[in-house]
């Protein structure tokens, strides 16, 4: 089996259909235009630069619809994109082209200090600014402008055929490289027409990092398969995106933290989202309170998960579980199976047994680029260990409790940090909360509440401690508070963690 070039198919079949929206930089691009930018990027790259079927192109850029023809260019070629992620030091990001080997960089102005510091201490060959000049370096509309105007269309490729490289945090190590793989990309599209009802008529705004799966697969390349139309915003603002969901937007996917800031600005209680029929949400829990908020507005916003490493779509509900069972993210979808297993036995599980959700389907990723070791580690017996705490209902339902890693143990008691947190956001002075395990004579560990407080919110850590005290078991209490101005988050918009358990997780 094969999948075959979108963007040429979007080209001859809707030619004058509007592929992509840059609100940046004001460009429209037809789905002929983007066909023919992106024909024109690979040329460069195989005339000008002699780039070869394999070999890596990286990229240091903010959204833009240019990041979508290199992506489609480099599928034309056979070029292997690294996405790297601009939100990393110069340092870190050394450590991702050290493994991945590129031969081209591409990257925008605005990260010039950025890329000149990659180019000067790595094996790049070729590199190429964009939206901007940076000096000795080729420029990318220069470059598309010289490059030949005959259409290249990509051969067939096989399922199994590596299109892209997203890279993981590497906050436990080395970065690891997960292959994305062709196959990948036609199944989660497939998988997202489905649960989300995608069709060419739809108009999606997209706001996640393109470095990150829900940037480019939630649901952006499911929308270019299908022939709708992709709105790139730059970087995420929320007053902006408020505008946006009240004009042309039919659907909209976010993290919690989107939907909790979008929540917290000014124009949010009068605006009317009527025209938006399909909201979304995944990478982390939501808390009930801010889901009930929307509900409030006649706004269902469907749950789901899903990892790099999957797609990333596993699951996603619809519009009635999500109102009827707020917290699930409903059943697997189409062409995804589950199952969870006990942590220690690996015994399979039974509803309501909570484990390891373990996740195999023709969307999961074949593997990690250069590393048999993590690959090895990542399966077991054909599917990949999420390390994510989860159960399923006697109705088949799933619910995500939280990261395995993130659980502690306090007093022989497991304490997933999701659940405590959930009851934080109930508190109104509470704009942000996490939960990380502290270190305790007596309990072995102790709940430890990092908050941030919205704006002219106060509140004593004494009435914290009594408000989650009328909600929870004794021992999932926390113990301590801590009030912060604001949790730091990743790219992804998920609450950093490990980096709150190397500022605030020892007694020392």
């Excluded at 739809?202 to 270019?224: C, E, I, K, M």
């Excluded at 939960?435 to 004593?460: H, T, Y």
Aim: glycine fraction near 10%.
């Amino acid at each position: 089996m094969y999948v075959i070039d979108w963007a040429a198919k979007g080209a001859a079949n809707y030619p004058d259909k509007t592929a992509l929206i840059d609100l940046a930089t004001g460009r429209e691009l037809s789905y002929r235009a983007f066909n023919d930018r992106a024909s024109r990027f690979a040329w460069h790259l195989r005339g000008a630069w002699g780039i070869r079927p394999g070999d890596r192109v990286a990229v240091l850029a903010s959204n833009s619809s240019d990041y979508f023809e290199m992506l489609y260019g480099c599928a034309k070629l056979g070029a292997v994109m690294v996405c790297l992620n601009w939100r990393l030091s110069a340092r870190e990001n050394l450590a991702v082209l050290d493994d991945a080997g590129p031969r081209a960089l591409v990257v925008s102005a605005e990260y010039a200090a950025a890329g000149l510091e990659l180019r000067a201490h790595s094996a790049i060959e070729h590199a190429m600014s964009l939206g901007g000049e940076i000096a000795a370096w080729s420029d990318y509309e220069s470059c598309l402008a010289a490059a030949s105007g005959d259409t290249l269309e990509m051969p067939c490729r096989g399922l199994d055929e590596v299109w892209y490289l997203l890279y993981t945090s590497g906050t436990t190590g080395k970065p690891k490289g997960v292959l994305q793989t062709y196959g990948m990309a036609h199944f989660n599209g497939v998988n997202a027409m489905h649960a989300a009802k995608l069709s060419r008529d739809d108009v999606l705004l997209s706001v996640l990092p393109f470095f990150h799966t829900g940037g480019l697969n939630l649901y952006a390349n499911p929308l270019l398969q299908c022939g709708g139309t992709v709105v790139v915003m730059k970087q995420f603002d929320p007053l902006r995106t408020i505008e946006l969901l009240q004009q042309s937007i039919s659907v909209m996917f976010g993290v919690p933290a989107i939907y909790l800031f979008l929540s917290q600005q000014p124009t949010f209680a009068g605006a009317d989202f009527s025209r938006v029929r399909s909201w979304a949400c995944g990478g982390a829990p939501i808390p009930k309170s801010l889901l009930e908020q929307y509900l409030a507005k006649g706004v269902t916003i469907c749950f789901g998960f899903g990892m790099t490493e999957t797609g990333p779509t596993v699951f996603l509900t619809d519009e009635a579980t999500a109102r009827n069972k707020i917290g699930t993210v409903g059943r697997p979808v189409t062409y995804m199976l589950t199952q969870v297993v006990d942590v220690a036995t690996r015994r399979r599980l039974g509803p309501n047994e909570r484990g390891e959700l373990l996740i195999k389907g023709p969307g999961v990723t074949p593997g990690y680029w250069n590393n048999a070791a993590a690959t090895a580690k990542a399966f077991e017996d054909g599917w990949l260990c999420s390390g994510d705490i989860a159960y399923f209902d006697t109705e088949g339902d799933y619910y995500v409790v939280d990261r395995a890693k993130d659980m502690y143990i306090s007093g022989g008691e497991n304490v997933y940090p999701a659940e405590v947190e959930n009851v934080l956001f109930q508190m109104p002075e509470v704009a942000e909360a996490a939960v990380i395990g502290f270190p305790d004579e007596r309990w072995g560990e102790v709940g430890k509440a990092i908050v941030a407080l919205k704006p002219g919110a106060a509140i004593e850590a004494a009435a914290v401690l009594a408000f989650c005290r009328e909600r929870l078991a004794g021992y999932k209490v926390p113990r301590h508070v801590l009030f912060v101005e604001a949790l730091p988050r990743n790219a992804a918009g998920k609450v950093e963690k490990p980096r709150l358990r190397s500022l605030y997780g020892s007694a020392g």
